[in-house]
């Protein structure tokens, strides 16, 4: 059973280091995103690391990315997404969907 | 007001769907209104504990702390309404012949109500955890906030109506056909459950084989829109699944008939039939 944590561990690890390559970041100030505009490579896993400087905490979600994720206030997140094909993937903060949104565009 | 109103309303419609399906699955069943209590009070106390620690859970594994909390809630109600569909697959006509001849109550400790409490109880956890997150946002965020505060307690509100909707609902089902109905809306929860639990884990970085999607109907129903979350909620609705999604929740369909058709042919039962 240790053996396995440690496996599932070792992992989780690798996968983080292998994607901090390409370090894309999304940051949460005053329930806006910066950038608005994310362009990533098409076709390829993506790891984006979603700062929210806010005090408040916020729902990343993405029906066409298929992501849903909470981000607590002055914490951050990694949200992987991909393989996917060229095109505009429309994102928001659930909890402030009025001004808190941007758009991935895998190209 | 209504915004937060709508937010709160759209996270509470999942948990509401699956205690008002699990309230008409143990009618006639004594001790039942304690357990679903019992489950809806360790919900909302875990939803506390689970905002409270959000942050930690996030930042474990790698940050994929929360995909895999998630997907293992997901999975631990999925096996619990397995087990209860087993159950009632082997048990369901004794207590529907017992419901006729005592009229509606059977006596307590019948069937698995722990099952059943368990699953109120992960639904409600993991939706409440996100509305408390939500209302302490707007706490924290400050002056605006009481008239916010107050759409959020009239979502909770709505998704209790709804609760109470769906179970009255079902209980318009004749007492013959209750177990049946009940029993397919489980298996469908139960599939749905685990489709969405195998995007999580997806997510976490782990079973990324067939991560194609198959098709999207979001032009048709949104899954975002309130019908969208309640057939999400109830047969597992995704307007963009993979591969993976597809195969998990047919084999959890599959692997949930065979199971019923194994426990309902026991040698057991058949010396009950003689």
Known sequence: MRRIILGLAAILVFAGATARADDLTLTLKDHHFTPAELKVKANKRVMITVVNDDVTPEEFESKKLKIEKIIPGKSKGIVRIGPLKPGRYPFVGEYHEDTAKGVVIAE | ?274
């Open chain 2, 1 to 274: 007001m209504l915004g937060a109103l709508v937010i709160v309303f759209r996270e509470v419609i999942e948990a509401g769907l699956i205690i008002g399906i699990v309230l008409a699955a143990t009618r006639g069943v004594a001790g039942r209104g304690r357990w679903v209590t019992f489950g809806v009070g360790g919900g909302v106390l875990g939803a506390t504990i689970v905002a409270f620690f959000a942050g930690a859970i996030s930042q474990a594994f790698a940050g994929a702390g929360q995909e895999l909390f998630n997907a293992s809630m997901l999975g631990l109600a999925m096996i619990m309404l397995m087990w209860h569909n087993v159950w009632m697959a082997r048990h369901g006509r004794e207590i529907a012949a017992e419901m006729r001849s005592v009229g509606t109550a059977v006596s307590e400790g019948v069937k698995p109500l722990t099952a059943l409490a368990i699953v109120v109880g992960l639904a409600v956890l993991r939706e409440g955890s996100e509305v408390v997150l939500f209302l302490y946002g707007i706490m924290a965020s400050g002056t605006s906030g009481s008239a916010l505060l107050v759409g959020g307690l009239l979502g909770i509100a709505a998704g209790a109506a709804f609760t109470a909707l769906t179970y009255f609902g079902l209980l318009a089902v004749p007492t013959r056909y209750i177990f049946s109905v009940t029993g397919w809306l489980i298996a469908l929860l139960a599939a749905g459950m685990a489709s969405q639990a195998a995007q999580y884990l997806n997510n976490a970085g782990l079973m990324v084989a067939l991560d194609r999607v198959v098709w999207d109907t979001s032009w048709m129903l949104s899954e975002g829109s309130i019908f969208g979350r309640m057939l999400h909620a109830l047969i597992g609705y995704t307007e963009r699944p993979t591969e993976m999604q597809l195969v998990v929740y047919i084999g959890t369909l599959l692997a949930m008939y065979v199971l019923m058709r194994i426990a309902r042919y026991s040698p057991r039962e058949r010396e009950v039939a003689v």
